[in-house]
T-cell receptor
Framework: KAGVTQTPRYLIKTRGQQVTLSCSPI?????VSWYQQTPGQGLQFLFE???????NKGNFPGRFSGRQFSNSRSEMNVSTLELGDSALYLC?????????????FGPGTRLTVL | GENVEQHPSTLSVQEGDSAVIKCTYS??????FPWYKQELGKRPQLIID?????GEKKDQRIAVTLNKTAKHFSLHITETQPEDSAVYFC?????????????FGAGTRLFVKA
């Protein structure tokens, strides 16, 4: 079974631009969560999508948004980029029938904002 | 808001010694506690987990303990080996009517010296 994939793997943008990241979950996994990883901050929860609906949201500004498609693929968008948005963005997919269902992470998209 | 504190941030041990990482969570409704290992340049991978109705779980050299009353949980690695060197993240997951929310600790960088 193919793992979680993310595209692109690397991105360089300048302040004020916007960016869209993509995540394809493992086949059969309908929940996709997004995390921001920065040195010293660990993984910060951005949001979770299930059945094309955002189910949970972390403490990030409205510049961070996402969506999920009917095939469970998810995209994350960051508008008006700031230098502090430079980070590794990880998505994770899981089955959703039990809380202990394992989250499987993608390789991440490394975003650099100049 | 929900928070998970993780200590220490850095841990250095001699090969063969034990390593202990401690976490405290704030949301008393959290009911699932996974631990992830992230090697340099790789994605986080689940190494062990524990549900809120269990006090201790062991898998070979790795064990996790949970004290629900104190809202503490810990990872114990015995007989450490150089390949255990990585960043370890604890996490607390809470189930909501609409889904799950996982909050991660800031991570512990473990160095195992040969």
């Amino acid at each position: 079974k193919a793992g979680v994939t993310q595209t692109p793997r690397y991105l360089i943008k300048t302040r004020g631009q916007q960016v869209t990241l993509s995540c394809s979950p493992i086949s059969g996994h309908r929940s996709v969560s997004w995390y921001q990883q920065t040195p010293g901050q660990g993984l910060q929860f951005l949001f979770e999508y299930f059945s094309e609906t955002q189910r949970n949201k972390g403490n990030f500004p409205g510049r961070f948004s996402g969506r999920q498609f009917s095939n469970s693929r998810s995209e994350m968008n960051v508008s008006t980029l700031e230098l502090g948005d430079s980070a590794l963005y990880l998505c994770a997919s899981r089955k959703r029938d039990r809380v202990e269902n394992e989250q499987f992470f993608g390789p991440g998209t490394r975003l650099t904002v100049l | 808001g929900e928070n998970v504190e993780q200590h220490p941030s850095t841990l250095s041990v001699q090969e063969g010694d034990s390593a202990v990482i401690k976490c405290t969570y704030s949301d008393s409704a959290s009911n699932y506690f996974p631990w992830y290992k992230q090697e340099l340049g790789k994605r986080p991978q689940l190494i062990i987990d524990i549900r809120s109705n269990v006090g201790e779980k062991k898998d070979q050299r790795i064990a996790v303990t949970l004290n629900k009353t104190a809202k503490h949980f810990s990872l114990h690695i015995t007989e450490t080996q150089p390949e255990d060197s990585a960043v370890y993240f604890c996490a607390a997951t809470t189930s909501y009517t609409g889904g799950f929310k996982t909050i991660f600790g800031a991570g512990t960088r473990l160095f195992v010296k040969a």
